[in-house]
């Protein structure tokens, strides 16, 4: 452990009213930490420079997938194990399952929470590509009251988001719409298992007489934000699959996302193997 | 003598322990007064120590500080040279170099207080690649950045050319690969002028350690103690390294006058202590159209890093590797360790032969392509047979089966069928599927004279309760030491498993059985065993108390009534090398190994061609290691060797920038994990090696040899891509499809 833990302070309000006063009162003073899955390797590192913490644990209202009947809601305290075991997730929001199921070790699952892994804002996490190809919408509560946002535009630049100091990201509610399209998800991350992401890839579409009638694809780690390619959606919408397609598509793509070379790949492994999976996900529209 | 034990898959001695929790690993141990310590180490990788600051805000007058001028004695790393300080006093070789030790009561202060260390370098020229080395621009050791060099000369090379049909050239390149034993290490030490100094800690040589610390403190040999604790692991990570941490903690608790335990957490174990070697062979070999090899040009480059350490002897394996288990009449191999300033480079399970090996049985693929045979055939053509001498000129005086480990091995793997198979499926094929196999051995024990050299020396000691003692510096490191001389000491003796007790080692308590390295522990240590249990027995028998053929209730009367009578019963035996063995240190020629293990690997892969994935499937391992003693323990050997050296093969790399790693979390540098490893069958030929126990060999190292050759050569014929690098990760393999579909988008 190199942090000097005298240095950290983390308090743990007991109801939504306590969390909401103390980050209105000293706004950006105080981060909220939920299951510290990305918090604790930082701080075991020594480099977790924010000192003062929120623990969110206690806020029952953040907790629970409630479902209606047009659409699931998430709390932001649900684990990705939570995910991985929900019959309704499994059957119309299977992308999202997949993306719990290879994140991290299992230890990292049950602890780990979608609304971290959304707050956390890493271009490279996992479940966000889902939630951008499931249309998801965030909602924010501050002592002012509730906001709901459109996850598609939340990530505003590396590390940068629409959520104000005084708000917390309470639930994200996924739209039950997505039974009728094709879906696809693939992550690439060289080991099976606890692996971070070099590429991951979401896509689903809606198809029509062999016409792809409407169609999200969503990216992680290609870009400083988990990235919605809506110029290659669009050059995809409308059309068939067809080979001078999806070269078509690949191009559009490759213009759209931004990869870089770091300790993890290279831009150049990145931009082929998103293109390779863009692919592979248009030749299954077709099949 | 009957063997109840030995071939057995008995307990384990320590594996109850260990299971339970039991075990007592370095850092589990505590003292009342111990203190913790902590490294503080260069930030660049080469320059002038100005000075250093310690910033405010630290309370420094409670910490123990030590810098080069508190050293007693000798400011040095003791290993085969001198060259490598304890901690850098003016210059900085390499950016982990240790330069302040701090030593503090509270664990997070001394986090705090690191940090506010700032030393001042002024910045020289650094040299990171074997090319910038070998270069010579920028002299970073010694007059030419040579840590050592060898020549190797059999029959006449250059005028053999002419009488190869075809000339065959390549380069391979390996890279580094961090050890990743289970435990960090770490190491508390207990130093003060009255007592001398004394280390507990994770290692698996306690006599280099000793060795080390005696100049550092300037004190007679016998007021430094070393005892192993419980080792989670080395892999030869733990053969030299610890001999730093060891004189860092005694050098705080000197300080100090309190016990200072080191521990290092993962991140600074993966940055600071050695990696393999990296290294660059070329090969130029001359065949003859019928696939006879006439003539083999090597020319074998390490990188050391910044100090010479093991690099001396990693190189030595690696040169006599080189040419694989092969009949040449005309070999010409030259070899160089060079100087670059990242950390030294160490010892790493295969010890310079992964290195080595990989690149002949690449080439080889290469060389077979170039006369139109088979891989399998021209090998078969060139394998050496029992009184055929190697490229260091040893003839070979066992029996050496290739013909028979192929073929064994292409029937466990189904080899011929899936070959065929797979040129029918692959065309068209999003995965693509391939098989390829390597052929090499691995010399048992020390290289040469080194043996001889060591003369190690094992003591066995009765109880009066009838309890035998195993005294010797070999340590369990989680290989099975402790069990395998249980076995072969209680056959000797023939008496219960349960009677024999393996000393901890403890340079004040165990005589010198030499490094636990080198696949020796089993073959050279394990005869030293045998031999002091059948002198023991012959004492009592002589001494009238034992007939030859006792129960175990006799052989406990007898014991008992010796000591009463007699005094300690205590037997010793010291390493004679078998006879007729000869080696030139300065020809570099003569009898390498008194044996070599021989083996067949055959790996099986999938490459994905939209993420160039390449995924082992499935792995058959055949190999001759004289007599298995423990069929467990040798079997998990060769497990967990394979899944290492598939790590070294496809995963693990290095992401080196300006001699640091930059990858230094487990997150970050991909190790394989347990689902990517595949089912590995593992298959044992016996054929008994006279000297050494029940006829057993070396085996520990051999498993990490032939896997990286094997996958490469089924990435091969999967793809039709020659890769000539490892490791294999995704982005090499795209760039390498890539070069061959055409140019990227």
């Known amino acids: ?287 | 003598m009957e063997e109840k034990y030995f071939g057995h898959s008995v307990e384990r001695k320590e594996g109850r322990g260990k299971v339970t929790g039991r075990a007592q690993y370095v850092d589990d141990l505590a003292f009342p007064d111990m203190i913790h310590g902590v490294t503080v180490r260069s930030s660049i990788a080469r320059g002038r120590i100005l000075g250093i600051r310690y910033g405010e805000g630290i309370p420094w007058n409670e910490f123990a500080i030590v810098t080069a001028k508190d050293i007693p004695g000798t400011n040095e790393i003791s290993l085969i040279l001198h060259d490598q300080p304890c901690l850098a006093s003016e210059f900085i070789n390499h950016p982990e170099e240790p330069v302040v030790l701090l030593a503090h009561p509270d664990k997070y202060l001394l986090e705090e207080a690191r940090r506010a260390v700032h030393i001042d370098i002024e910045p020289l020229p650094a040299v990171f690649t074997i090319e910038d080395s070998l270069a010579k621009r920028t002299i970073i050791w010694g007059e030419d950045n040579v840590l050592k060099a060898y020549h190797v000369d059999k029959g006449d090379v250059d005028g053999a050319w002419a009488t190869a049909d075809v000339i065959v050239e390549g380069e391979y390149r390996t890279g580094a690969q961090e050890q990743l034993y289970i435990e960090n290490q770490g190491m508390i030490a207990v130093a003060n002028p009255a007592d001398g100094v004394t280390v507990w800690g994770s290692l698996q040589c306690p006599y280099y350690v000793h060795k080390a610390l005696v100049p550092i403190f300037g004190l007679p040999a016998e007021k430094i103690r070393v005892i192993q604790a419980e080792t989670g692991g080395g892999f030869g990570g733990k053969e030299e390294y610890p001999s730093m941490i060891a004189a860092h903690a005694a050098l705080l608790a000197w300080k100090s006058g309190k016990r200072v335990k080191i521990v290092y957490d993962r991140a600074e174990d993966m940055v600071a202590t050695t990696k393999r070697h990296p290294s660059r062979t070329r090969h130029r070999t001359g065949v003859t159209r019928d696939g006879k090899l006439v003539a083999m040009d090597i020319d074998l480059v390490i990188d050391g890093g910044a100090y010479a350490t093991l690099s001396a002897v990693v190189l030595s394996r690696a040169t006599i590797h080189s040419a694989g288990p092969y009949v040449c009449p005309n070999v010409r191999i030259r070899s160089q360790a060079v100087a670059t300033n990242a950390p030294p480079h160490g010892a790493f399970r295969g010890f310079g032969a992964p290195q080595s090996i990989f690149a002949v049985e690449r080439h080889l693929d290469q060389v077979a392509r170039a006369v139109n045979l088979a891989p399998e055939e021209l090998r078969r053509r060139n394998f050496l047979h029992r009184d055929q001498t190697t490229a260091t000129g040893q003839i070979i005086h066992e029996d050496v089966n290739f013909d028979g480990l192929l073929d064994r091995a292409f029937k466990e793997s189904d080899y011929h069928a899936k070959r065929e198979r797979f040129a029918k499926e692959n065309p068209g094929a999003t995965v693509k599927r391939g098989i390829g196999f390597s052929t090499f051995m691995h010399g048992a024990g020390f290289t040469g004279s080194g043996e001889v050299y060591l003369a190690s020396v094992v003591e066995l000691e009765a109880t009066a309760e009838g309890c035998v003692r195993v005294l010797a510096a070999s340590t369990e490191i989680g290989q099975g030491a402790n069990t395998i001389f249980s076995q072969i000491a209680a056959d000797a003796l023939g008496i219960s498993y349960d009677r024999i007790e393996v000393a901890q080692p403890d340079t004040g308590a165990v005589p010198n059985s030499g490094p636990t390295v080198a696949s020796r522990t089993s073959m050279v240590v394990g005869n030293l065993v045998e031999k002091a249990a059948l002198d023991l027995k012959k004492t009592l028998v002589e001494s009238g108390l034992l007939c030859d053929a006792c129960t175990e209730d006799e052989f406990v009367r007898a014991c008992k009534r010796y000591i009463e009578t007699r005094g300690p019963l205590r037997t010793r035996s010291q390493y004679e090398p078998p006879p007729g063995l000869h080696w030139d240190d300065t020809t570099y020629s003569g009898d390498a190994y008194g044996t070599y293990a021989w083996a067949v690997y055959v790996a099986e892969v999938a490459v994905d061609t939209l993420t160039y994935e390449a995924r082992v499937t499935d792995f058959i391992a055949v190999q001759e290691i004289g007599k298995v003693i423990h069929p467990v323990l040798a079997a998990g050997q060769i497990e967990g060797g394979v899944a290492q050296a598939i790590g070294m093969a496809l995963y693990e790399n290095v992401a080196w920038r300006e001699g640091r790693m930059a990858n230094g979390q487990m997150t970050n540098y991909i190790m394989p994990t347990a689902a990517d490893i595949p089912p590995i069958r593992v298959f044992f030929e016996e054929q008994p090696y006279p000297f050494g126990p029940h006829g057993a060999k070396g085996i520990g190292e051999l498993p990490m040899d032939g896997p990286a050759p094997s996958i490469l050569n089924a990435i091969e014929n999967a793809t039709g891509v020659c890769l000539r690098e490892i490791p294999a990760t995704p982005e090499v393999l795209m760039e390498a499809m890539a070069g061959k579909a055409g140019a990227l988008v």
């Open chain 1, 1 to 287: 452990m190199r942090a000097y833990i005298p240095a950290y302070d983390l308090r743990v309000p007991g109801s939504l009213s306590e969390a909401l006063a103390l980050i209105g009162r000293e706004p950006g003073v105080w981060q909220p930490f939920a299951g510290g899955t990305d918090l604790m390797v930082l701080l075991e590192a020594g480099k977790l420079p924010h000192k003062k913490f929120l623990s969110l644990t206690k806020l029952a209202d953040f907790r629970g997938i409630e479902c209606t009947a047009d659409a699931v809601l998430l709390g932001a305290l649900t684990t990705y194990t939570e995910i991985q075991a929900h019959p309704i997730l499994q059957a119309e929001f299977p992308l999202l399952c997949t993306a719990a199921r290879e994140t991290g070790s299992i230890a990292t699952q049950n602890r780990g929470t979608l609304g971290g892994n959304v707050v956390n804002a890493s271009p490279a996490a996992d479940s966000p590509p889902a939630l951008l190809v499931y249309d998801a919408d965030v909602e924010l509560v501050s002592e002012r009251g509730l906001r709901w946002l459109p996850y598609h535009g939340f990530h505003t630049g590396y590390k940068k988001m629409q959520i104000a100091p005084n708000e917390l990201l309470r639930a994200i509610r996924l739209p039950r719409r997505a039974q009728q399209w094709k879906q696809y998800y693939r992550k690439v991350g060289t080991r099976k298992a606890q692996a971070i992401s070099k590429v991951c890839f979401a896509g689903a579409a809606r198809m029509e007489n062999g016409t792809v009638r409407d169609i999200r694809v969503a990216l992680g780690s290609v870009a400083p934000i988990v990235l919605r390619a809506v110029k290659t959606e669009a050059a995809i919408r409308g059309n068939r699959i067809t080979p001078d397609n999806i070269a078509a598509a690949k191009g559009v793509l490759a213009r759209e996302i931004a990869p870089i070379d770091d300790i993890r790949s290279t831009a150049r492994y990145r931009l082929r193997v998103a293109q390779n999976l863009l692919q592979e996900f248009l030749m299954l529209l077709s099949r």
